[in-house]
């Protein structure tokens, strides 16, 4: 009689391959959520940021995990592109009012 071994991980099943890493989905998430606070900066990172996330969600449909965050990178990384924009267009107001 053989005794089964108890550090033996596979019980008589099938390995399940490990999902493939998805950081594009991740950079996008942390991108778009640091260009929210750092609103100045975020017409050059709300941008990058909204890319990174179109590409996270293509590989999420094709399985790849965090399709979530790749959605909240493109939302983050939407409205710092509007903050950072907005800011850029009232400063460029402001200055032209006669300033120094």
């Known amino acids: 009689m053989t005794v ?6 596979s019980n008589g099943l099938p390995a399940v391959p490990a999902p493939k890493p ?3 989905a991740v950079a996008s998430f942390v991108l778009g959520l640091i260009s929210v606070p750092l ?10 940021a909204i890319l990174l996330g179109v590409t996270g969600r293509r590989n999420a449909k094709g ?7 790749a959605t909240w990178g493109l ?5 710092g592109s509007i903050l950072g924009i907005g800011f850029f267009i009232a ?10």
């Open 4 to 9: 089964p071994n108890p550090f033996d991980s």
């Open 22 to 24: 998805n950081g594009i």
């Open 39 to 48: 609103f100045p900066l975020g017409w050059i990172l709300g941008p990058v």
């Open 63 to 69: 399985g790849a995990p965090y399709g979530a965050q």
């Open 75 to 79: 939302v983050l990384g939407g409205t």
């Open 91 to 100: 400063g460029s107001m402001l200055g032209s009012k006669g300033g120094i």
